[in-house]
């Protein structure tokens, strides 16, 4: 196929009855993230659709991820290996693509089936988010290696296997993957069932602080205690009041304690933040540090933090606006209007922006409701999504967009 190809040639390269049924076999395999065995399976047939692209596949091992448990124990969490798939890795100009194949639905949710809901929209786990996109990024490389030119470049492919929980098995995998290349792209879902992109987004952070204090009787010799669940609380308040307009901050659970007539001896508190830019996180940090050793000093209990800000906030510069732009310039070569809005999520595409790689991250699928039951999408986006990247690819093989 030629570059300059009429955008109707592209579309009608495009295969849907195969996308969709694609799409319908990888949803009936369970990929919550905890579930091994269904994300071990989920990377063998990943690897087997991809191996038709050109290219070293690789089922890269799980980066060693702990936990902190509800007794103040950290353990080590398992995760499924990630898909890696290199092509043409000596080209000057390359790209990343990016994706997820775990979802949010255990292997015991009852949500597993996919339905159709009218003629164009079905129902199903991970059917958007985003097994759809998945698929979305196959058929747009195997349709790009068709049209002429797309030699001169390379591009690596990363789906992982722990997105929903943060990406922490993978983050380090995803930064690597990302730096030094032209562009990048993410088939999130589309923000909005129209098609509409995320555009800048903020950021997020999970900690988990253990208090080890002294435990004691309440009523003979409370003195003689260190309660750690007041030391916790004392901190809930403290960061509570670290809020701006830049940062929210959201203490969510404070585990410990026994029984009434004991002091209690350990707590865990779980909060979660979400910094609007770098200075607001960086901001905080420090003064959580800050906090920490005050509380400590001030209530003689030992305070252990476990955590902090997995993903950074997505700002979106000039660079990466021209990739935006040109999505939208592409889109509407096929018929499609794209348009934009930030929003408070955030996904790989928060990780990879950091590196300095202007990314766009909702590339997948038109969809919705995701992370519930009512989790649809449309199935003519499929194709509509397939032919966009083909040709947003073909458009940044050549020249300097960016």
């Avoid at 790009?144 to 789906?159: A, K, P």
């Avoid at 209990?301 to 606006?321: F, L, M």
């Amino acid at each position: 196929m030629k570059p300059d190809m009429p955008a109707q040639a592209l579309l009608d390269a495009i295969d849907a009855d195969t996308m969709l049924g694609q799409v319908q076999d990888w949803a009936a395999i369970n990929t919550g993230t905890a579930n091994i065995t269904g994300l071990a399976q989920m990377a063998d047939v990943l690897a087997d659709a991809f191996s038709t692209l050109p290219g070293e596949m690789d089922l890269v091992e799980p980066a060693t991820v702990t936990a902190i448990s509800a007794e103040g124990h950290e353990f080590e969490k398992p995760h499924g290996r990630h898909m890696v798939l290199r092509v043409r890795p000596a080209a000057e100009r390359r790209f990343v693509l990016t994706g997820h194949m775990d979802t949010v639905f255990p292997a015991d949710h009852p949500f597993q089936d996919t339905v159709w809901l009218d003629d164009e929209t079905i129902n199903g786990p991970g059917t958007a988010d985003m097994k759809g996109g998945l698929n979305v990024i196959l058929h747009s490389l195997t349709t790009f290696e068709g049209i002429e030119g797309s030699q001169r470049v390379g591009y690596d492919v990363m789906i992982n296997s722990d997105e929903e929980t943060g990406s922490l098995a993978s983050r380090a995998l995803i930064e690597e993957l990302a730096r030094g290349k032209y562009a990048a792209l993410t088939y999130e879902p589309s923000a909005l069932p129209d098609g509409t992109l995320a555009h800048a987004r903020g950021g997020t952070g999970n900690y988990s602080i253990t208090f080890t204090g002294k435990s004691a009787h309440a009523g003979r010799n409370p003195q003689d205690g260190r309660n750690a669940i007041v030391a916790a609380s004392d901190l809930v308040l403290r960061i509570k009041a670290l809020e701006a307009e830049d940062i929210t901050v959201n203490p969510a659970k404070i585990e410990g304690g026994s029984a009434n007539n004991v002091v209690p001896d350990l707590a865990v508190l779980r909060f979660n933040i979400r910094p609007k830019s770098t200075h607001a996180m960086s901001r905080f940090e420090a003064e959580l540090e800050a906090l920490i050793a005050q509380v400590a000093a001030q209530h003689d209990v030992g305070i252990h933090r476990h955590g902090g800000v997995t993903r950074p906030p997505k700002p979106v510069d000039a660079k990466a606006q021209r990739l935006f732009d040109l999505v939208k310039a592409c889109g509407a070569e096929l018929g499609q209007q794209i348009g934009w809005k930030s929003t408070g999520g955030v996904c790989d595409g928060n990780n990879i922006a950091a590196t300095g790689v202007p990314v766009v991250d909702t590339l997948g699928v038109r969809g919705g409701a995701i992370h519930s039951p009512d989790e649809f999408m449309i199935v003519p986006s499929l194709r509509e999504r397939a032919a966009l990247s083909a040709l947003v690819l073909a458009k940044l093989s050549t020249g300097d967009h960016l």
